[in-house]
């Protein structure tokens, strides 16, 4: 059963983000002239032009920015997926990047509300972060779906 | 230096909008340039500039491809990539205030419907990722926007729905919309999420049309038999940045758009008689009644609630049913209907005495414009 649409190709400039994933690691692009985090990965740095950076980890920890349920597959690769929710997550130490939210156990996700990430494996170059609810079950680590 | 009242739209038209199974997209942009011509008395040789709007899969609505089929060698003309028909206005107002042209059609076509084009794609620098975490299709985007605007502000989903109450209300009167079928706030709140907390009628529709205009020199546009209907403003703003704004899902961009629109004009949100908003999602509306001034930030839903925007209140808004009821144009067919108020040619729903319209369009979380448009007292 397809779950998520796994990027079919990894663009080089995104190499390191997925390759620290497949070693549940959230690991971000830092400008070394103005130490701007970005996301989205990208050549230069959007703020001062600098071009790269390097690759530093961040904490997989955050906070829900905003969030929506699928409940009718809006994508031809996420018919069996439905319903999934995805949060808008506000990393801690970081930018906002979007991620699915599971462990709710059906209630509906809460504005401002604590979450971790955790690593889901969909193909062997792909690891996904997904977020579930910092509460004190569980532990982080690498699953799959 | 102003544009305002240098030009004028002087032709509209609309092919028939739904299924066109069988018809390539290029003909039904050709179909409707003739359309507009008809209307505005013009003929093939008075015109000297083309603006065509690409398809979404790239194929097709090229103006090599419109041009040829039409035989035409125009001064100008150019294509846009998913140009609402406001973005295609201002390229066309600013080929004639340059003196580059002094007649341009502008046109779309799209066999979208027919062709089954997958619109749960993902655009943008982070597209692979976003598509990987699930967040298709503008409706997820557009879904999480309204929560942060129900987070800050209270707004409620039955306050969203009549958004798309009220545009069915004015799709009923409306003899080219698609969804006609009587809708009520009790009928919205009672049909199934599909990004909760959106439901079906907060959404496009996907459908099959065509539509153009015919924009000229203001003195040439006397001499024609159409009232002619001047672009009296025009704004734009982008935000290429994306994801990196602050809070982009609130476009809080659009507000840059609506201001720099206000300080050129002595014209202002009190004197708009019918809004245009291009309505990919009902969450656009409620976002361009607060950044263009119609209400407060975060008054949006009570505004709207208070039926306002409906058939008989004080600010029509989308009175052709928008993209949610009437056909899915990209905003092409909110400027002809803006124009059809503006002559006085709408029948049961025409706006009475009705004489500044305003347009207000987005390419979804990158570009915004507005267009303001006037007929003479």
Redesign the interface.
């Known amino acids: 059963m397809k779950t ?4 079919a190709h990894i ?1 080089p400039v ?1 190499a390191p983000f997925w390759a620290a994933a497949k070693e549940g690691r959230l690991s971000l692009q830092h400008c070394g002239a103005c130490s701007y985090v ?5 050549e230069r740095c ?1 703020e001062c032009w600098t071009p790269g950076g390097s690759w530093r980890e961040v904490a997989p920890s955050g906070r829900v ?8 597959a ?3 690769e ?1 018919a069996d ?1 439905v319903p ?1 929710t ?1 949060a ?1 997550v506000q990393l801690d130490r970081g ?6 939210l599971t462990g709710l156990d059906g209630r ?1 996700p809460v ?1 401002g509300e604590p979450v971790r990430g955790v690593f889901t494996v ?1 193909s062997p170059d ?1 690891t ?1 972060i ?1 977020w579930v609810p910092a509460g004190p079950a569980g532990e982080p680590g690498v699953t799959s779906p | 230096m102003s544009i305002a009242m240098k030009t004028a739209l002087v032709g509209v038209g609309t092919t028939e909008q739904g299924e066109l199974p069988g018809r390539g997209a290029n003909d039904i942009a050709a179909e409707a340039i003739g359309l507009a011509l008809d209307d505005a008395g013009l003929r093939k040789t008075d015109v000297d500039a083309l603006i065509t709007c690409r398809n979404l899969t790239g194929r097709s609505g090229i103006d090599e491809q419109v041009g040829h089929l039409l035989g035409l060698n125009p001064a100008f003309s150019a294509t846009l990539d998913y140009g609402t028909g406001n973005f295609s206005l201002h390229l066309g107002v600013m080929a004639i205030v340059s003196g580059l042209a002094n007649t341009v059609v502008l046109a779309y076509g799209t066999n979208q419907r027919s062709e089954r084009v ?4 993902v655009v ?3 597209a ?10 503008v ?2 985007p557009a ?3 309204f ?2 605007h129900q ?1 800050l502000y209270g707004t409620t989903e039955e306050q969203l729905g009549w958004v798309s109450v009220a545009q069915r209300e004015w799709a009923r009167l409306n003899p080219l919309s698609i969804f006609t079928a009587p809708m009520t706030i009790d009928d919205y709140l009672a049909a ?7 439901r079906r009628a907060d959404l496009t529709m996907v459908s099959d049309g065509g539509a153009a205009l015919v924009l000229t020199r203001a003195d040439r546009a006397k001499d024609l038999r159409t009232r002619p209907v001047y672009i009296a403003g025009i704004a734009e703003q982008t935000a290429l ?1 994306a ?2 704004n602050e809070d982009n ?1 609130l476009r809080p961009w659009l507000r840059a758009t609506a201001e720099r629109l206000w300080r050129s004009t002595s014209i202002g949100p009190q004197d708009i008689d019918a809004l245009y908003v291009q309505d990919a999602t009902s969450v656009w509306v409620l976002q361009m009644l607060e950044a263009y001034g119609f209400c407060a930030p975060g008054e949006a839903g009570p505004f709207l609630a208070e039926g306002h925007t409906r058939p008989g209140g004080d600010l029509p808004v989308n009175t052709n049913g928008g993209q949610l009821s009437e056909s899915y144009m990209w905003g092409w067919l909110h400027l002809c209907e803006a124009v059809r108020q503006l002559r006085g040619e709408c029948g049961p729903r025409q706006v009475p005495d009705a004489r500044f319209a305003l347009d207000c369009s987005s390419h979804d979380f990158l570009k915004a414009a507005a267009t303001l448009l006037a007929v003479d007292s």
Do not use: C, K
């Not at chain 1, 970005?38 to 990208?42: G, L, Q």
């Not at chain 1, 920015?65 to 009718?72: E, L």
């Open positions: 998520h649409i796994v990027p663009d995104w970005r996301f989205p990965a990208s959007p920015w905003s969030h929506t349920s699928y409940r009718r809006l994508h031809p996420l997926a999934y995805v808008m930018p906002r990047i979007p991620g699915r509906t504005i969909l792909i996904m997904e | 997958n619109f749960g794609n943008g620098g982070g692979e990722f976003a598509a990987a975490a699930g967040l298709v299709h409706a997820g879904a999480m926007a929560r942060r987070h199934p999420y599909v990004a909760e907390p959106l940045r994801d990196q899902l």
